[in-house]
């Protein structure tokens, strides 16, 4: 009896450091660690879209081996949270309050990753954070089209690792459009890589953007970061020209070394 009980504690043990082993063979197999953060309490054209959006990152991630988490909670912006990430995505929202706020800036001072789409980006006279316009290289929100359209769209750097397989222009799905004032082009720092082509105006109805630059993807080059306009509806992500950039901005962030 004593023999068999030994026999099973062995097995046991046997199981316990395989797991362990195969736990170690995969994590370090995981090039780098994302998180995105979300919400479900906002227009629905904006939860659709990051339905769609966390559901690609889940499908790229096995395949490009890096991995992905998600959370609702913006209270997660913390310096202790954050360093467990080596890129930080945010999906239709950004920070509301001074602790997270200040827990993003110092995350992305120190070297960390960021990618934001669509109303991520979105700031006005009522977002009094002075830090985030100079981030995102001077861009503040100026108009955007309705409804929402396609829109042609011009590649300004296809050598880029972000553009490097999409085509010089490409459709890009329904989308809502923002336009920027002044257009971070404008700044010395900024690396415009797509734009949204002036054969579009005007573009909308209800809403109409007549005119005048409209960038589309940038990096400010002070920083390991990207922004996206793309992120209303559930059409956004229905291309695999698209996606593929998308695909390949997530592995240029994460992969990027401080
Ligand atoms: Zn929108």
């Known amino acids: 009896m004593r023999k068999n009980c030994l026999v099973i504690i062995r097995l046991c043990l046997v199981i316990v450091f395989a797991g362990i082993l195969s736990y170690t063979s ?12 979300y919400t479900t ?33 913006w209270e997660n912006m913390t310096d202790d949270y954050l360093k467990n990430y080596q890129l930080v995505i945010w999906v239709n929202e950004f920070p509301h309050n001074e602790v997270q706020r200040n827990a993003f800036r110092k995350y992305m001072e120190h070297g960390g990753a960021w990618l934001g789409f669509h109303v991520s980006g979105y700031n006005d006279k ?13 861009a503040v929100f100026h108009n955007n089209n ?13 050598n880029h690792p972000v553009t490097k397989h999409v085509p010089a222009s490409f459709i890009s799905p ?8 002044p257009s971070p082009r404008l700044n010395k720092d900024v690396h415009v890589l797509v734009s949204l082509d002036s054969s579009n105006y005007p573009l909308g109805k209800k809403d109409i953007i007549r005119d005048g630059d409209l960038p589309v993807v940038w990096t400010n080059t002070k920083y390991k970061m990207l922004y996206m306009n793309m992120g209303h509806g559930d ?10 950039m998308i695909e390949d901005a997530v592995l240029w962030l994460g992969e990027r070394k401080k």
Do not use: C
Not at 51 to 73: E, N, P
Not at 146 to 158: C, H, N, S, T, Y
Not at 235 to 244: A, E, F, H, I, W
């Open 26 to 37: 995969w994590s370090q197999k995981q090039k780098f660690k994302a998180i995105a953060f």
């Open 41 to 73: 309490t906002v227009e629905r054209d904006h939860v659709n879209f990051a339905r769609d959006v966390l559901h690609f990152f889940s499908y790229i991630s096995a395949k490009d081996h890096f991995s992905i988490d998600s959370t609702t909670q």
């Open 126 to 138: 009522e977002t009094q954070w002075p830090w985030f316009v100079d981030f995102l290289g001077g």
């Open 146 to 158: 309705w409804p929402p359209l396609r829109a042609k769209l011009i590649v300004d750097d296809r």
């Open 174 to 181: 329904i989308n809502e459009w923002y336009q920027w004032k």
């Open 235 to 244: 059409l956004v992500m229905s291309d695999s020209t698209q996606n593929r």
